[in-house]
């Protein structure tokens, strides 16, 4: 994910780490340059969104939790959502990238999803909260394969060795 060319608020303007949903879903086979990035209502997604005027064609930002990512990804996908980014619900994680993988109940998926760390997620829902916003403007996805590592724009929180 970047949130830094053209985004706003421009204090989650950095590349976040990203894995897409394993085996469920679609991929990534188009760019999404400037998109909004809703925070879903309710936050887990695990029951019809309750702000679907405002996820309609837009990514959501869902939280890990209470139940499957395929049935979060369906509960967005049928309030109109773009696309899903799921965040670790351990605001402490800093580094591991949770697989998502089907729950195997034949559930239709037809958007892309991503999963990121969790103090990714929280930073850039705090970002939002902090600021007054009801969405972000992200750029999704972003291949970074080769780029070196020191001219990739990193949260400042992903350098801290805690």
């Known amino acids: 994910i970047n949130a830094e060319y053209g985004v706003d608020p421009v204090e989650i303007g950095y590349y976040f780490r990203a894995s897409p949903a394993k085996n469920f ?6 760019y999404f340059e ?8 309710p936050l887990y997604a695990c029951t019809p969104i309750l702000n679907t005027h405002k996820v309609a064609g837009n990514f959501v930002l869902v939280e890990r939790g209470e139940c499957s ?28 990238l949770v697989a998502m993988v089907d729950d195997d109940k034949g559930t239709p998926i037809n ?13 850039i829902r705090r970002a939002l909260e ?8 992200i750029n ?16 400042p929180w992903a350098k801290l060795n805690l």
């Open 130 to 137: 902090r600021n007054s916003l009801e969405s972000a403007i």
């Open 69 to 96: 990512f395929v049935e979060k990804v369906s509960v967005c996908e049928r309030a109109g959502a773009s696309g899903v980014i799921i965040y670790d619900n351990a605001p402490d994680n800093r580094s591991n």
């Open 140 to 155: 999704v996805p972003i291949n970074m394969t080769y780029v070196p590592e020191h001219q990739i724009k990193k949260p």
């Open 111 to 123: 958007i892309p999803s991503l999963f990121i760390i969790g103090l990714d997620g929280f930073h």
């Open 34 to 41: 400037h998109t909004l990035l809703v925070v879903a209502d």
């Open 25 to 30: 879903g679609k991929g990534f086979h188009k």
